[in-house]
């Protein structure tokens, strides 16, 4: 690795900068959605890191649409730490988000899990583990990291998986979830998904953002993984057109078609049963 280790990512793992860096300048806003002073610090300590991000022709809706998806997934963390105060929550595919300290409530249990070198920047950028933050540096497909988890059983588990979904082909998806199911029954699953035709458009944009990367799975509706196996249920979804957004007051209107619609929504399903 160079001695950030930033210009060594590639492919999937290059993403997390450009959710890095426009959380680090959304942050610094009057109207912020979501504040991250972790990312302001680190862009401001490696701005010429950024340099690539930066030329990126992104559009303000885009940006905009991305942190309140940010936002919301801080939210239903709040509201099941809510319910849960002494929950297990794993963060999938976390990337360089500080998620644990921007929603942390004092006695949660808290998993970071992504892979070895993204764990590794992680630790050397935001910080190290702490008593109730820990680290799974492997692929979310090696289930080795879920006896990492077999000391909590008796707690109830939240996993959520931002921006992750599109990044699996639909049979990893569908056996990690199934896996988690038998598991962790009585689990909640957050995620967010793109439709097809949104990753279809995003494929074809992705060369002019010198990415190099490509997403496949999508979906147009949360009932595809009820579908996936029993005891599977969808428990509510949000797309960023459900709630009126200032910032997006001119886009509105699309929210009455159903295609522009379901471009992403976050999906929250329960898996299973709680063990008696």
Partial sequence: MSETGIQDLSGVAETMLVTLYIRAMETQ?????????KAVALVKRMSREFDKVRRMP?????????????REFDRCARDF?????????????????????????????????????????????????????????????????????????QRVFLFMAEGFSMHCEEAQLKRLVLTLRDRFPGAELVFDAFSPL????????FPAYKLDTRLHFGMWDGRKIEAWGDGIR?????????????????????????LTNRIMRIYRFQLGKPAE
């Avoid at 806003?29 to 002073?37: F, M, N, S, T, Y």
């Avoid at 990337?95 to 970071?112: H, I």
């Fill in 58 to 70: 992104m559009r303000e809706t885009d940006k905009t649409s991305l942190m309140m998806r940010h």
């Fill in 29 to 37: 806003r009057p109207d912020a959605l979501i504040k991250d002073e």
């Fill in 234 to 258: 969808l428990i509510g979804d949000w797309g960023p057109f459900d709630q009126p957004e200032p910032r997006m007051a001119h886009f509105y209107w699309m929210r009455r078609i159903w």
């Fill in 198 to 205: 949104h990753i279809w458009i995003s494929n074809l944009r």
């Fill in 81 to 153: 730490m809510a319910q849960h105060p002494d929950a297990v929550v794993v963060h999938i595919g976390c990337g360089l988000d500080a998620r644990f300290d921007r929603v942390d409530n004092g006695r949660v249990e808290w998993y970071d899990l992504d892979f070895p070198n993204v764990i590794e920047l992680h630790r050397k950028l935001l910080g190290g583990e702490g008593k109730r933050h820990r680290f799974l540096a492997c692929s979310a497909f090696d289930e080795s990291w879920l006896d990492a988890l077999s000391t909590h059983r």
